[in-house]
């Protein structure tokens, strides 16, 4: 099964479990993000990926630059720890991670999440790839896929028991797209998913299959400057 397969299962019994008026409230975002087109108009597959500097979940500041100097870079946003389908996207990816290290690659995710809510979120699923917070929102407003929701959708997270503003690192009601890049040493983006339907991520065979084209790239350029 695909994780987009395990996705759409699970987005249908989630809906199933909702009152008809909550389910219109996630159609009507879902329509107004698309409106928006914030997944069109965002970073694009051979633009530089912006420069970071952000706190891991041990409170460490890491940069892409030092990331970049290793190898090729995955970078998956994720909307949160409290939300199921980043949890079966995060569980994936660190399925994955053995496959992407073996290309020469690091792989983070990324949220606005405090950083002592991704260690905690880190050390229950069991992850073994960095989680850092995204203070501000700044790296998801400069890759375009910053969104603030509309007060519907505040109020059906507050029914659910979610607080967004006090599990967030200075951000209020306000999440990314769930998009993922893979960047490589020359910081443009080689490969983007994005996806204004937040039940949607990429597949991370797909992200394997791209770092590991900028492996065989990188190989045949040494080979072809020997």
Same mark, same amino acid.
């Given at each position: 099964?695909?994780?987009? $397969?395990?996705?759409? +299962? @699970?987005?249908?019994?989630?809906?199933?479990?909702? =009152? +008809?008026?909550?389910?219109?409230?996630?159609?009507?975002? /879902?329509?107004?993000?698309?409106?928006?087109?914030?997944? $069109?108009?965002?970073?694009?597959?051979?633009?530089?990926?912006?420069?970071? !500097? &952000?706190?891991?979940?041990?409170?460490?500041?890491?940069?892409? #630059?030092? &990331?970049?100097?290793?190898?090729? @870079?995955?970078?998956?946003?994720?909307?949160?720890?409290?939300?199921?389908?980043?949890?079966?996207?995060?569980?994936?990816?660190?399925?994955?991670? %053995?496959?992407?290290?073996?290309?020469?690659?690091?792989?983070?995710?990324?949220?606005?999440?405090? %950083?002592?809510?991704?260690?905690? !979120?880190?050390?229950?699923?069991? /992850?073994?790839?960095? /989680?850092?917070?995204?203070? +501000?929102?700044?790296?998801?407003?400069?890759? +375009?896929?910053?969104?603030?929701?509309?007060?519907?959708?505040?109020?059906?997270?507050?029914?659910?028991?979610?607080?967004?503003?006090?599990?967030?690192?200075?951000?209020?009601?306000?999440?990314?797209?769930?998009?993922?890049?893979?960047?490589?040493?020359?910081?443009?983006?080689?490969?983007?998913?994005?996806?204004?339907?937040?039940?949607?991520?990429? $597949? =991370?065979?797909?992200?394997?299959?791209?770092?590991?084209?900028?492996?065989?790239?990188?190989?045949? #350029?040494?080979? #072809?400057? !020997?």
């Amino acid at each position: 099964m695909t994780l987009n $397969e395990e996705l759409a +299962g @699970l987005c249908a019994r989630l809906r199933a479990a909702l =009152p +008809g008026e909550d389910v219109r409230v996630l159609d009507d975002t /879902l329509e107004q993000l698309r409106m928006l087109q914030l997944a $069109e108009q965002g970073l694009q597959a051979g633009e530089p990926f912006p420069d970071f !500097a &952000l706190p891991d979940n041990e409170g460490r500041t890491v940069t892409s #630059g030092e &990331l970049l100097d290793r190898g090729p @870079l995955v970078v998956a946003f994720y909307r949160g720890a409290w939300c199921p389908y980043c949890d079966a996207m995060l569980r994936a990816f660190e399925v994955a991670r %053995p496959a992407i290290e073996a290309a020469g690659a690091s792989l983070v995710a990324v949220s606005a999440d405090r %950083p002592e809510e991704q260690a905690r !979120a880190k050390a229950e699923k069991g /992850l073994g790839f960095p /989680l850092l917070a995204d203070v +501000g929102g700044n790296l998801a407003k400069l890759c +375009g896929v910053h969104f603030e929701l509309n007060d519907a959708h505040v109020a059906f997270y507050r029914r659910l028991g979610i607080d967004l503003p006090a599990c967030h690192a200075e951000t209020g009601w306000e999440l990314p797209l769930p998009a993922t890049y893979v960047v490589g040493q020359d910081g443009n983006v080689a490969y983007v998913f994005v996806d204004a339907d937040w039940t949607k991520r990429a $597949e =991370p065979e797909d992200v394997v299959v791209a770092v590991q084209g900028l492996a065989q790239a990188a190989d045949a #350029g040494s080979s #072809g400057g !020997a």
